[in-house]
């Protein structure tokens, strides 16, 4: 009896998550045909998988570990598509290509861009190239970058840095400003 109530429990959360997944294939598509395979992707339907998983790691990872953020099957694709949408968007704006933001966000977004096409079914291999996070975390990363390049294009800030001039070797003077520092630490010593 026991056997009969879990198996019905499976079968109920099986068809359950096909009406779910019919209905947002249903939502994206045109047409209002669609085929059963369609509706059991991988993605969706792993536990009548015949591929072997392994826990907590790639389709077998159940948790980031990090609160409010869940685990992302699709996240290497996303990886792409949203560092391409900014550099895209960097593309189509007025930023002068010398300015360093820009400079700094293309070098990172082609390299994740180049790491996830390389790497489209390894998650783990993209994790370890980028080094900075977990997968989900990097989509989180790119959500957060578009907001800031937002702002950045919103409130022309490159416009707001001036060049400076740099002395690379300075003379020996001794000169360290309105500051003599040998007095400075007689001082403090004596109060002490």
């Known amino acids: 009896m026991l056997k009969l109530r879990h198996s019905n429990r499976l079968l109920a959360m099986a ?30 339907f792993r536990s009548f998988s015949d591929q072997n998983l392994i826990p907590g790691v790639g389709k077998g990872k159940t948790s980031t570990g990090l609160v409010g953020l869940a685990v992302d099957y699709d ?5 792409i598509s949203k560092y391409q949408a900014l550099l895209d968007r960097i593309a189509e704006s007025d930023m002068p ?24 079914n390894d998650p783990e291999k993209v994790e370890e190239l980028c080094n900075c996070g977990q ?11 578009m907001i800031v390049l937002k702002m950045m294009l919103k409130n022309r800030w490159w416009e707001l840095v001036k060049p400076v001039e740099v002395e690379e070797n300075p003379p020996e003077d001794g000169d360290h400003g309105d500051i003599e520092w040998d007095d400075e630490l007689e001082k403090n010593t004596k109060e002490s």
């Not at 997944?21 to 059991?40: C, D, G």
Request: net charge neutral; hydrophobic share 35%.
């Open 75 to 79: 996240a290497v694709p996303k990886i």
């Open 135 to 145: 997968v989900e975390e990097l989509v989180e990363q790119a959500d957060d970058e």
């Open 97 to 120: 290509k010398d300015a360093q933001y820009r400079i700094n966000v293309e070098q990172i977004c082609n390299y994740r861009i180049r790491a996830a096409t390389e790497n489209p």
């Open 15 to 44: 068809s359950r998550l096909l009406v779910v997944r019919a209905s947002r294939i249903l939502t994206q598509t045109s047409t209002q045909s669609i085929t059963f395979r369609q509706i059991l992707t991988p993605t969706t």
